[in-house]
């Protein structure tokens, strides 16, 4: 996963008397995944994280199910969703199982409050919008393209910056890293690895905030939405080191590796969780072989429920979709080109398509909410003219 970084001021050994200039100690903090066993870091703040004056449940955050339950293609149009107030609390959920929640939100405006996933980590695709990631490891601008992740238990503020802003959001109770055959026995990304260390950008600047007064968190746990507010600015961090931090890395620097006949989705891997993979679909050289067949062949996801979510309008196997779709192609059914689509990719040298994929290994729930974009007309549309 990310390696080690560190920020800010931090005494020379760990777990000793580091004291603030009023002579009162630091308070170090210990934040990580896994127990004690997964990445962590150490954080120095000014005042106690756990100085919690009080807390009250905000909302259940119950996500239901859409009456329909057949098996069967399902597109959905989101953009045709309506911008939100909050880059937090107004999600829609569109797809779900107890491994993964997909949603998507179009927020205005940066959230008065600060947020902490309890439960999940959270990879957030940037589809549109730039800004910075507020946190207490620091900030971290991003920007369109980017996979803003951050692991669970960090407190952090999505401070927006260029509008229109979409991100489509993955949460998981599993943890997110990089796929371990891109890694040495050490951990260090290989060389055949789509993308190094050097891509991968951690929080740049450590802004420090010494405020007394009422500052909201809320805390997703439990699948419920708990408002609790501290005495103190929570970003209140003059130094920190570890391995466990939000961090961000760009599709566009996803190198794609191709081949003279078809690769398969596995190439475009970016990251992995326990129970889905997501991989990135950039524009690259298509196969290069005299007689290849450069759209993808029919296959059948014995094992895995499909997600595409189309990050702009020129994916090489589909019509219908543009930008801002999102398609499901469930287990149990077979799912490939288009009619005319693999003939039409003959003889092609390039595609420009922007898509990011995740592939479940259990199948996905279709949310209520998401029965307002669907496209009903999907499931016809590889019948032959
Ligand atoms: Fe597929």
């Known amino acids: 996963m990310p390696c080690y970084q560190q920020r800010g001021e931090l005494p020379a050994k760990r777990h000793t008397a580091f004291r603030r200039p009023d002579g009162g100690l630091y308070a170090e903090h210990l934040m990580g995944t896994l127990g004690f066993d997964g990445p962590a870091s150490l954080l120095y703040h000014i005042h106690r994280p756990t100085q919690i004056l009080s807390s009250r449940l905000l909302d259940h955050n119950q996500i239901v199910e859409a009456a329909d339950e057949s098996v069967r293609m399902r597109h959905f149009r989101t953009a045709e969703l309506k911008e939100v107030s909050s880059a937090t609390l107004d ?230 979709a543009g930008f801002g779709s999102l398609t499901l192609h469930p287990a149990g059914l077979p799912h490939g080109p288009q009619p005319g689509k693999a003939e039409a990719s003959i003889g092609g040298k390039r595609t420009e398509e922007l898509a990011v994929m995740i592939d479940t290994f259990h199948p996905l729930k279709v949310a209520e909410s998401a029965e307002a974009l669907e496209d009903p007309t999907y499931g016809q549309s590889w019948i032959d003219p």
């Open 91 to 320: 999600r829609t959920p569109l797809l779900f199982n107890r491994d993964v929640v997909v949603s998507i939100v179009r927020p205005q405006k940066t959230d008065e409050f600060f947020f902490r996933n309890g439960q999940a980590d959270q990879i957030h695709y940037i589809s549109q919008g730039s800004g910075v990631l507020e946190s207490e490891f620091g900030l971290l601008h991003y920007r369109e393209g980017d996979y803003v992740v951050v692991p669970r238990g960090i407190l952090h503020r999505f401070c927006l910056e260029a509008t229109p802003h979409t991100m489509l959001i993955f949460e998981t109770p599993s943890y997110i890293r990089f796929p371990s055959r891109y890694l040495t026995r050490e951990g260090q990304l290989m060389e055949h690895a789509p993308f190094c260390e050097r891509d991968v950008r951690a929080p740049e600047e450590l802004k420090c905030n010494d405020q007394r007064g009422e500052f909201r968190v809320v805390v997703k746990q439990r699948d419920h939405l708990t408002e609790t507010t501290l005495d103190h600015h929570p970003c209140d961090v003059v130094g920190w080191d570890g391995c466990y931090y939000p961090w961000a890395l760009s599709i566009h620097d996803f190198e794609p590796i191709t081949g003279s006949l078809h690769q398969p989705p596995p190439v475009h891997q970016t990251l992995q969780a326990d129970q889905f993979v997501l991989c990135s679909f950039t524009p690259r050289m298509l196969d290069y072989h005299p007689d290849a067949v450069p759209a993808p062949y029919n296959h059948s996801n014995v094992m895995s429920d499909e997600v595409i979510y189309y990050a702009n309008d020129q994916f090489i196997s589909r019509s219908g």
